[in-house]
């Protein structure tokens, strides 16, 4: 059974970082398409950055320059370094897998995941 464990969320101050983890479990496959989303109280859940396991990455608009998604296979760990954040990225961060070689040709534009984990709450202050 496929399980994703986030960790490293925390409260900072604007202008500071963070490493968020994701740890996954439970999964064969070398194909694969990841992600880290996040959900402030009374928004939309937003796709913050993907990966594909061919190493391909991309970012929303809001982080892009100041996030990096990055996946240590032999770790099986997913990671998300966030530099210079903002009060507007408070919100609690769920990484997100699927697999399979379909996963990842659509990883660009995929927004539903089969598996997800429990998110890591991101407190911002100013």
């Known amino acids: 059974q496929v399980q994703l464990v986030e960790s490293g969320g925390g409260s900072v101050q604007a202008g500071g970082s963070l490493v968020l983890s994701c740890a996954a479990s439970g999964y064969t496959a070398t194909s694969y398409c990841m992600g880290w989303f996040r959900q402030a109280p009374g928004k939309e859940r937003e796709r913050v950055a993907r990966?594909?396991?061919?190493?391909?990455?991309s970012y929303a608009d809001s982080v892009k320059g100041r996030f990096t998604i990055s996946k240590d296979n032999a770790k099986n760990t997913l990671y998300l370094r966030m530099n210079s954040l903002k009060p507007e990225d408070t919100a609690m961060y769920y990484c997100?897998?699927?697999?399979?070689?379909?996963?990842?040709?659509?990883?660009?534009?995929?927004?539903?995941?089969?598996?997800w984990g429990q998110g890591t709450q991101v407190t911002v202050s100013s």
């Open positions: 997100a897998a699927e697999f399979g070689v379909t996963a990842r040709l659509i990883c660009a534009v995929k927004k539903d995941f089969a598996y």
């Open positions: 990966i594909d396991s061919f190493g391909s990455t």
